[in-house]
């Protein structure tokens, strides 16, 4: 019945194959990254490839260590195993695989001589079974969410141990899970091992079929963030004339809600008046500095502030020092520890509008507080964890949010015993990166030996 089933899905990848390249043409108008290499979607490599292969199923110092992260977060999750592993496998060849551009881009960083980068495999028996065949890994590692069931289905047939790290498994993506068990039961259940972040997470995906292993922690919270980057961000805010306020990570939609609520505090005057528009409330008060999600909304979001009649200052044109201007707007790639430097106290993007909000973390590793909003569901036990610890604070709206960053950002001493509590609540909680670490390499070894004669 499950072959039959898998049968089916794989009919409908195949069909959904022209709607996939017509998404990843329209992507590509307003991020090129989508345009790249596109026949390695499908299992199609370029010759150069064949010389970074393992040469022979036998040697076993050739075999890729694969690790597959989607996106942006889950790279950066990827980059604090990868810290771990190395020094454990020494001479390790990292087979790097993405889903988005922006995944890619930052995956590049981690790539060291005999490593080798390419998205991963459209779902189908033939695009899996050409990606397996071509690079042969010694085993797979996940990060955190994706499951696709003919990958996993090929692992198990090709005897290649599969397995999901820093594994999160909200209420919602269950609830989808449990509808679709005739088929993500089966895929779930295949993975040779499950690492979650939280009891709970454990507890979900057990209900769809997954062997949880472990329960390690989160990954992010092992970030140690650039101490370069940190020093120019700070250096930055020092030299700002008021307090910065960062809306982190920002998603379609937040920024909207934010200008909305500097309107309703201060009325903002045309963009040719621009400068008259800050002359009181609450945008005099504050330094906004602006980060959205995805790079392909820096225009859209400058357009925005600009038609609410703010002067923007874009990163990308900064030299020795930001420029005035009543916004910055962070329009770079890899450097956040920088804006989480440069802020004071930063609004959580994601958790204002219905989208489970982004990682929190990462801002507290560099001692920077957080407002987040309702909306916490992807993150919620770090969420949890960071207001029990007096790290962050929870409001309703973005009202409330704009209310509370001003205030905090204008309380000296209230704001830095938020940022020492930042530091000591990721401090309280590292250790899952070399957990995950030593426990890959359980897997490697158990794997060896089921190896036939």
């Known amino acids: 019945m499950h072959q039959l089933i898998l ?19 329209r992507r590509a108008l307003t991020e090129p990254g989508y345009a790249v290499a596109v026949p390695e979607r499908f299992g199609h490599y370029p010759p150069p490839m064949d010389s970074l292969s393992p040469s022979s199923e036998t040697e076993a110092d050739e075999q890729f260590i694969w690790i597959h992260a989607v996106s942006l977060g889950e790279t950066r999750a990827a980059a604090i195993l990868l810290k771990e592993l190395r020094p454990l496998l ?5 087979l790097l695989t993405h889903g988005t551009a922006t995944g890619r881009a930052e995956g590049e960083k981690l790539l060291l001589p005999g490593d080798v980068q390419v998205w991963q495999p459209w779902d189908t028996p033939g695009a899996v079974r050409r990606f ?27 005897r290649i141990p599969l397995v999901l790290a820093n594994a999160r498994l909200n209420e919602k993506s269950r609830a989808g899970a449990r509808r679709l068990g005739w088929l993500s039961r089966p895929a779930y259940a295949g993975l040779s091992a499950v690492w979650a972040q939280t009891e709970d997470d454990a507890a979900r995906l057990r209900d769809v079929g997954a062997h949880v292993a472990g329960v390690f922690g989160n990954l992010k919270f092992d970030v140690v963030p650039s101490p370069a980057l940190q020093a120019q961000g ?103 520890a920088l804006y989480y430097g440069l802020a004071h106290v930063a609004l959580l993007g994601g958790s204002f509008a219905p989208l489970g909000g982004q990682n929190l973390i990462e801002a507290a590793a560099g001692g920077c507080p957080v407002v987040m909003g309702p909306h916490t569901f992807n993150f ?18 973005m009202a409330e949010g704009v209310a509370a960053a001003t205030a905090l950002a204008q309380d000296p001493q209230r704001r ?38």
């Open 234 to 336: 700070r250096a930055w805010r020092a030299a700002s004339a008021r307090p910065v306020v960062l809306l982190a990570s920002s998603r379609e939609g937040e920024e909207a809600m934010w200008l909305e609520v500097l309107k309703q505090k201060t009325p903002l005057a045309p963009a040719i008046q621009a400068p008259a528009a800050i002359d009181s409330g609450v945008n005099q008060s504050v330094q906004w500095l602006v980060v959205p999600r995805h790079p392909q909304r820096f225009d859209e979001v400058q357009r925005l502030c600009e038609a609410a009649g703010l002067r923007v200052s874009r990163r990308s044109q900064w030299t020795a020092q930001p420029d005035s201007a009543d916004v910055w707007l962070g329009d770079s790639l890899g450097e956040m």
């Open 7 to 25: 049968w089916l899905y794989s009919l409908a990848v195949w069909l959904a194959t022209p709607l996939l390249m017509r998404k990843l043409r």
């Open 132 to 158: 397996l065949r071509q690079f042969r890994p010694s085993i797979g590692i996940l990060m955190e969410t994706e499951i696709w069931p003919n990958l996993v289905a090929a692992c198990r047939r090709r």
């Open 90 to 94: 020494p001479g390790m060849r990292l």
């Open 416 to 453: 830095m015993a938020l940022s020492e509590r930042c530091v000591a609540f990721t401090e309280e909680h590292r250790g899952a990166a070399l957990d995950t670490a030593l426990a890959v390499l359980q897997r490697l070894r158990e794997a060896v030996d089921d190896r036939p004669d």
């Open 380 to 397: 919620a036990e770090a969420a949890r964890l960071a207001i029990d610890a007096g790290a962050a604070l929870r409001v309703a709206d």
